[in-house]
């Protein structure tokens, strides 16, 4: 399994930026399709933008053209650039393998979006 700790979370008024780190550990990152997710409250955990080994990437429509998914895989690290951002995208975000996602998930990282 893969263990993951994400951060760079904050808060951020509209139209501004973040970018978010995940620290992954464990066999075989380096070969899985790693993606990040989101939670709202009261909502379900979503997958957003997912990068495959070789660096193909696909994004849910709400994010294409704002977030951008990147990986190091010498560094075992996967990264989200968030741009542009709306209050609607106010979550927590994770990182995980993706499509199917491991059971164990991080602490997640908070992004709130101020109006």
């Known amino acids: 399994q893969v263990q993951l700790v994400e951060s760079g979370g904050g808060l951020v008024q509209a139209g501004g930026s973040l970018t978010l780190s995940c620290a992954a550990s464990?066999?075989?990152?380096?070969?899985?399709?790693m993606g990040w997710y989101r939670q709202a409250p009261g909502k379900q955990r979503d997958l957003v933008a997912a990068?495959?080994?070789?660096?193909?990437?696909t994004y849910e429509d709400s994010v294409k053209g704002r977030f951008t998914i990147s990986r190091d895989n010498a560094k075992n690290m996967v990264y989200l650039q968030m741009n542009s951002l709306k209050p609607e995208d106010t979550a927590v975000y994770y990182c995980?393998?993706?499509?199917?996602?491991?059971?164990?998930w991080g602490q997640g990282t908070q992004v709130t979006v101020s109006s």
């Open positions: 995980n393998t993706a499509p199917t996602f491991q059971p164990n």
């Open positions: 464990g066999s075989l990152f380096s070969i899985r399709t």
């Open positions: 990068i495959t080994r070789g660096g193909s990437t």
